[in-house]
């Protein structure tokens, strides 16, 4: 759905909106499972978006209608409980860290929705956190600041959903930048935009449309496994604090004590950081070989070394290895299904599309969707004008 259709939503069922706003999902391009690790990240938000229609009902009572889920939900505010709809929690569980936080919030009605597949590794989730924590913020001129915003948004995943995910998603929904792409270091949360200029290509998502059952038990295990290389490591060399300060020479030694699960673990996140540092440079300057192979030296690293992707990723990977028109693909996300990020030249894109697709089909029976996006801005407001045709800028 569109901003106009939400906002056309909100008034059949709220009456006026005092409010719209647009979240946006986001891609990875590099740096895949290091930001629990205090590492770097290389994301872009995109054109992709929730919308949110919101207005003050004068009351403690929240009323959310989920376009995505065509259910409402109501919530009193000095009594908040999980949900038994999953999609409520994230919502929920927002509101609860701005309370937490200290700000005052007021009932209010919204109704949010928008173009982002859910599901597909887009980043929907931290869309909605994001974005329904700017929009009360706006909506009663509480004054959080954006960063601010982003860890309530991290935090209402961790706490009341219970993914222990990392900032990235958050930060990128609420910081993008149209037409850039933005290393952050997750650590001292630093960040720069970089422009994404990448020439004769272009970015394009294929949503293996799977999601395994296994994904948010085996991100929390990774991120235990993490946890545990960390502690067998900084034994050995105090000065570690995080995956971030580990070389490999330090690791090759404690293979016997680290396991090999471990240690591959660990090797894959030290490899990881040091590939979206090499990849910032290699955009910058216009090296797009390059950074295509450092694309595929991260998926072989999640497949074989990280192990979160799954048969249908690879195949999708595997698909693109012998096409010189593809500079480069990859898993994105948290893996076990989602979508695959292919840079692939423009003149390509149509047979690209129309072969893997067809390849897919045949071997698992399932219809890929496929996504060519753009670099857009963070959370904004969006003007209460009729054409609402137009977001990202
Ligand atoms: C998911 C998480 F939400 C992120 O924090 C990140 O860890 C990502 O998986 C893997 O890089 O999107």
Request: charged share 20%.
């Amino acid at each position: 759905m569109e901003a106009f259709e939400i906002r056309q939503l909100f008034k059949d069922i709220y009456g006026q909106p005092e409010l719209l706003v647009r979240a946006p999902g986001r891609i990875n391009l590099i740096g895949e499972h290091t930001d629990y690790n205090s590492g770097y990240v290389f994301p872009a938000a995109i054109n992709k978006e929730t919308y949110f229609a919101v207005a003050k009902n004068e009351s403690r009572t929240c009323s959310i209608y989920s376009a995505y889920f065509k259910e409402t939900v109501s919530f009193d505010l000095d009594n908040l409980q999980a949900s038994d709809k999953s999609w409520a929690n994230y919502i929920i569980g927002a509101i609860d860290q701005v309370q937490k936080k200290g700000y005052q919030v007021q009932g209010f009605n919204c109704v949010f929705g928008g173009n982002i597949p859910i599901g597909a590794g887009l980043s929907s989730s931290a869309s909605v956190e994001c974005g329904l924590i700017f929009s009360v913020n706006e909506l009663f001129v509480l004054g959080i600041d954006p960063v601010e915003i982003v860890k309530m948004g991290q935090k209402a995943e961790n706490e009341f959903v219970g993914v222990q995910c990392g900032i990235m998603d958050q930060f990128i929904s609420v910081m993008g930048k149209k037409d850039h792409a933005l290393r952050l270091d997750c650590r001292s949360l630093e960040y720069d935009h970089f422009p994404l200029k990448l020439g004769d290509y272009c970015i394009v998502l294929c949503n293996s449309n799977v999601s395994h059952s296994l994904a948010t038990s085996a991100y929390n295990t990774r991120k235990e496994e993490c946890i545990r290389g960390v502690q067998i490591i900084k034994a050995h060399y105090p000065e570690v604090d995080t995956l971030r300060d580990v070389k490999l020479p330090m690791l090759r030694h404690l293979l016997p004590e680290l396991g090999e699960d471990v240690y591959n673990r660990c090797k894959f996140i030290v490899e990881e950081n040091e590939r979206v540092l090499q990849s910032c440079g290699q955009l910058q300057k216009g090296d797009i070989t390059g950074f295509g192979k450092n694309l595929y030296a991260s998926h072989y690293g999640l497949s074989l070394e990280y192990k979160v992707s799954c048969l249908e990723l690879d195949f999708l990977i595997g698909f693109t290895i012998d096409k010189p028109q593809v500079a480069g693909a990859r898993m994105m996300g948290g893996g076990f299904g989602g979508c695959t990020i292919n840079i692939v030249e423009k003149s390509y894109k149509e047979e690209f599309i129309q072969t893997i697709s067809e390849a897919y089909r045949k071997r698992f029976d399932i219809s890929p969707e496929i996504y060519e996006v753009e670099p857009a801005a963070g959370c904004s407001k969006l003007s209460m004008a009729a054409n609402l045709s137009t977001t990202g800028s």
